[in-house]
T-cell receptor, first 116, second 110 residues
Framework: GAVVSQHPSWVICKSGTSVKIECRSL??????MFWYRQFPKQSLMLMATSNEGSKATYEQGVEKDKFLINHASLTLSTLTVTSAHPEDSSFYICSARDESGIYEQYFGPGTRLTVT | QQQVKQSPQSLIVQKGGISIINCAYENTAFDYFPWYQQFPGKGPALLIAIRPDVSEKKEGRFTISFNKSAKQFSLHIMDSQPGDSATYFC?????????FGAGTRLTVKP
């Protein structure tokens, strides 16, 4: 089956620093990848849609200068949380859509970010 | 705007019983309806999905029932097992726009 990986699985950083999270589709090509944020016991909130070779599309209310997204290849998208603050602490999950004719989104295992 | 409403918020079922989770959507343009299973600290895993031209889809113990006119769909888990205890999310999608329900925390008691 389609596999999406994320790295790191968890990260602790200090306020004011930046953190990069990688999302990779391991066995399929993904023109489109998605970044979600999930708070404890809540649903997934779409942050942005990442398109290979073009600028990401951000959801309303998501600061594009704070959450930098780069989709440099058909298998890799990165999310950089810049100048992180404790309120950015959350579970970040990426997903990738298999472009081979089906519409399923496959999710990564998530990255737990804690900002101290 | 909550485009996908999911109920119940939590569900407790005895082992061997049937778990039923319901979702309702608003946008009739949605054309893909997946269900995801999520364990604590893990990403959601695709469980089963349906397109609106089909009224029911079954995969093992999991069945989706879809009512296009009512704009509702549901997940049935037959012979529920303790290992099914997880949070389940329904979703409705149109191309890149996927909207999730609030989630149902299922507990299957042995």
């Amino acid at each position: 089956g389609a596999v999406v990986s994320q790295h790191p699985s968890w990260v602790i950083c200090k306020s004011g620093t930046s953190v990069k999270i990688e999302c990779r589709s391991l066995d399929f090509q993904a023109t489109t990848m998605f970044w979600y944020r999930q708070f404890p016991k809540q649903s997934l909130m779409l942050m942005a849609t990442s398109n290979e070779g073009s600028k990401a599309t951000y959801e309303q209310g998501v600061e594009k200068d704070k959450f930098l997204i780069n989709h440099a290849s058909l298998t890799l998208s990165t999310l950089t949380v810049t100048s992180a603050h404790p309120e950015d602490s959350s579970f970040y999950i990426c997903s990738a859509r298999d472009e081979s004719g089906i519409y399923e989104q496959y999710f990564g295992p998530g990255t737990r970010l804690t900002v101290t | 705007q909550q485009q996908v409403k999911q109920s119940p918020q939590s569900l407790i079922v005895q082992k061997g019983g049937i778990s039923i989770i319901n979702c309702a959507y608003e946008n009739t343009a949605f054309d893909y309806f997946p269900w995801y299973q999520q364990f604590p600290g893990k990403g959601p895993a695709l469980l089963i999905a349906i397109r609106p031209d089909v009224s029911e889809k079954k995969e093992g113990r999991f069945t989706i029932s879809f009512n296009k006119s009512a704009k509702q769909f549901s997940l049935h888990i037959m012979d529920s097992q303790p290992g099914d205890s997880a949070t389940y999310f329904c979703a409705a999608s149109l191309f890149n726009d996927m909207r999730f329900g609030a989630g149902t925390r299922l507990t299957v008691k042995p």
